[in-house]
């Protein structure tokens, strides 16, 4: 069963770029939002909390975090390594 990692960045954003990165040189699936095509900034406050910044990551529905927090969730299930043993589902 193949996860849902959605990635909610802004234009300018040189973590949500760095993250992007990441996730496509180890192919991993993402739905990405951009902020003022896909949501307002009130929107993204009322998601993540006011104060938060970019990029926010959900698996899933569930909050994991920004780029730091994401990196070192998918590393640690396996996802960011150059040879896997399976297909990482996220």
Known sequence: ???NLAIYTRDN???CRKLKVVLD???VRYIQFNLDKDFSREEFYMIFGEGSTF???T???QK???CTETIQ???SIGCL???KDMECMV
Do not use: K, R
């Open 13 to 15: 954003c040189e973590y």
């Open 25 to 27: 040189s180890f192919s």
């Open 59 to 61: 698996l899933d529905g």
């Open 64 to 66: 994991m975090g920004g």
């Open 1 to 3: 069963m193949t996860s």
């Open 73 to 75: 969730y998918l590393t």
């Open 55 to 57: 990029p926010q990551v």
């Open 81 to 83: 390594q150059e040879e």
